[in-house]
């Protein structure tokens, strides 16, 4: 089966479906799709399931009762019956389920998944004992696809002792789009212009689609007035998404705290006792929050490069960020029409330091990790993050914004590249001078394997001469602009 053209990207994720889907097996099979609400998965499958001839169901917040005749009316249109089959339990419609496949094998899609089993808890065994061996000799080769957003629901449907851990064939991540990608999908040809919508709308699809009705920044002079017309706009359904996103996770029961560590997060507070000193409680108190907002996707742990038991929180989308760290402290301002264009300059450098200066941090890393060629880091990295050095000296830390680590012939691990990222900085030999000393303290150390160490420099702005100069002539360090992270 061919991609529909419509379908943006996806390539691996269709080719897993199809692959799924023209499995050789004659026995009814599960699959489990899975990833935050607006990438794109009902689009996919829906294209599947047209491209495939398969059946797809997509259920309601409802009662037991009411999703089984929806379930009913859906089949009965599915299969051309005169009269749609009344279901009386999950039971018969799993039953009829693991019959719609009598020609071959077909993708079956029941997306929102965890909306039927909220109001059906029995649900998952049900499918369980559909799947059972003695069942399959009544199946037909049902390629069974369970699809949903609500993340720790779905990543629970296959762990520990869940009655479906062990019958999935396939279980598929929709992550959201990278900063290239995005790009891409927003059409946007300039590296700063799309880094600092990026920032903003991160890879979620729908953003570009449904809640900025395909608005995009028509030119770098023009993004001041894409953020007041599409994001600032209270006219616009982007303007409260961000408010929205913990309401639709349903293991968020108090929103009032979650909303607030993400504040603290977004505001730069990011390891656990910052985070619990901005919110006036004990580290002990914020271990439950941390964790659901981990198993939801809002919340990224990630490990100090240099220090393992030291971890910082990071909030996983940008449009969240840019609520907590740009818009919430001025809500009232930006809830009155108009108003948006007078409040954006206020804002502007709060978006600059809290917002745009950690994201381009994030997105280096990320270059550093999956874009940058070996002949750059002297190797191929398997491990990047960011991390503190100590300096006893200055009785003080240093920040590496990003440091990559590699494996040598003996597979010991060593440390092929820091590099320090600065967005609204023009980079120069001062910054140079601080990464050279920082990689002196690592040496010093002995910790680590760091004698090939390389430096590389970002920066959103751009270098100075005698920098370029510098490393014109040294094929130790290494200078990477907004461009760069493009190519």
């Given at each position: 089966?061919?991609?529909?053209a419509?379908?943006f990207?996806?390539?691996e994720e269709w080719?897993?479906l199809v ?11 599960l ?7 607006r990438?794109g998965?009902?689009y996919?499958?829906d ?17 037991e ?5 929806q379930?009913?009316?859906a089949?009965?249109?599915?299969q051309?019956?005169?009269t749609?089959p009344?279901?009386d339990?999950?039971?018969e ?8 496949a ?6 079956v ?5 965890p909306?039927?089993a909220r109001?059906s808890?029995q649900?998952?065994?049900i499918?369980?004992?559909?799947l059972?061996p ?6 037909t080769?049902v390629?069974?696809l369970?699809?949903g ?5 779905m990543?629970?449907?296959l762990?520990?002792?869940?009655p479906?851990r062990g019958?999935?064939?396939?279980e598929l991540v929709?992550p ?14 300039d590296p700063q212009?799309?880094l ?10 729908a953003?570009?689609?449904?809640f900025v ?9 023009d993004?001041?007035?894409w953020?007041?017309?599409?994001v ?13 996103i913990?309401a639709?996770e ?6 009032a705290?979650?909303h607030?560590?993400?504040a ?7 390891q656990r006792g910052?985070?619990a ?11 439950h929050?941390?964790?659901v ?6 919340v ?5 490069a240099f220090?393992s038991?030291r ?7 940008p449009?969240v960020?840019?609520y ?8 009232g ?9 007078r409040v954006?300059?206020?804002i502007?450098?709060s978006?600059t330091s ?20 070996p ?8 491990r990047v993050?960011?991390g ?6 200055r009785r003080?830390s240093?920040?590496?914004d990003?440091a990559?680590f590699?494996?040598d012939g003996d597979g ?8 320090e990222a ?5 980079v120069?030999?001062g910054?140079?001078q601080?990464?050279?000393e920082?990689?002196d303290?690592i040496?010093?150390?002995?910790a ?9 420099l ?14 014109q002539?040294?094929p130790?360090i ?6 760069d992270?493009?190519?």
């Amino acid at each position: 089966m061919d991609k529909p053209a419509d379908v943006f990207d996806r390539d691996e994720e269709w080719e897993e479906l199809v692959r799924y889907v023209a499995a050789p097996t004659k026995a009814a099979t599960l699959g489990v799709v899975s990833g935050r609400r607006r990438q794109g998965k009902t689009y996919l499958l829906d294209a599947l399931t047209r491209a495939a001839g398969g059946f797809m169901f997509t259920a309601t917040e409802s009662s037991e009762s009411d999703a089984l005749r929806q379930y009913s009316d859906a089949i009965g249109r599915h299969q051309n019956l005169p009269t749609s089959p009344r279901f009386d339990n999950w039971d018969e419609a799993i039953t009829w389920t693991m019959s719609l496949a009598a020609t071959g094998p077909v993708p079956v899609v029941i997306d929102e998944f965890p909306f039927l089993a909220r109001s059906s808890p029995q649900l998952p065994s049900i499918i369980q004992r559909a799947l059972d061996p003695a069942a399959q000799r009544q199946n037909t080769p049902v390629r069974l696809l369970l699809c949903g957003s609500a993340l720790s629901f779905m990543g629970g449907l296959l762990s520990g002792t869940a009655p479906l851990r062990g019958r999935a064939g396939l279980e598929l991540v929709v992550p959201t789009l990278d900063y290239r990608q995005a790009a891409r999908f927003w059409q946007i040809d300039d590296p700063q212009t799309a880094l600092r919508v990026n920032a903003i709308v991160g890879g979620t699809p729908a953003y570009r689609h449904e809640f900025v009705q395909e608005d995009t920044p028509g030119s770098p002079d023009d993004f001041d007035s894409w953020v007041i017309r599409a994001v600032l706009n209270p006219a616009r359904p982007l303007f409260r998404e961000a408010r929205y996103i913990l309401a639709e996770e349903p293991d968020l029961r108090d929103p009032a705290l979650y909303h607030s560590v993400l504040a603290a997060i977004a505001e730069g507070h990011t390891q656990r006792g910052a985070i619990a000193g901005y919110l006036g409680r004990q580290a002990s108190d914020l271990g439950h929050a941390l964790r659901v907002l981990e198993d939801v996707g809002m919340v990224a742990r990630e490990e100090d490069a240099f220090r393992s038991n030291r971890s910082a929180y990071r909030v996983a989308e940008p449009l969240v960020t840019f609520y907590h760290a740009v818009m919430r402290p001025v809500w009232g301002d930006l809830e009155r029409p108009g108003r948006a264009r007078r409040v954006w300059p206020r804002i502007q450098q709060s978006f600059t330091s809290k917002v745009m200066g950690p994201h381009f941090e994030s997105v280096c890393r990320s270059w550093t990790r999956w874009e940058a060629s070996p002949d750059v880091l002297g190797g191929v990295p398997n491990r990047v993050a960011a991390g503190t050095v100590a300096d006893p000296a200055r009785r003080s830390s240093r920040e590496v914004d990003v440091a990559a680590f590699g494996r040598d012939g003996d597979g010991r691990e060593v440390l092929l590249a820091i590099g320090e990222a600065k967005w609204g900085d023009i980079v120069g030999l001062g910054h140079l001078q601080r990464l050279s000393e920082t990689r002196d303290l690592i040496r010093a150390r002995g910790a680590i394997q760091a004698d090939q160490c390389r430096l590389i420099l970002f920066s959103g702005s751009g270098f100075t001469d005698d920098l370029r100069r510098q490393a014109q002539s040294d094929p130790q360090i290494y200078l990477v602009d907004a461009a760069d992270l493009y190519r």
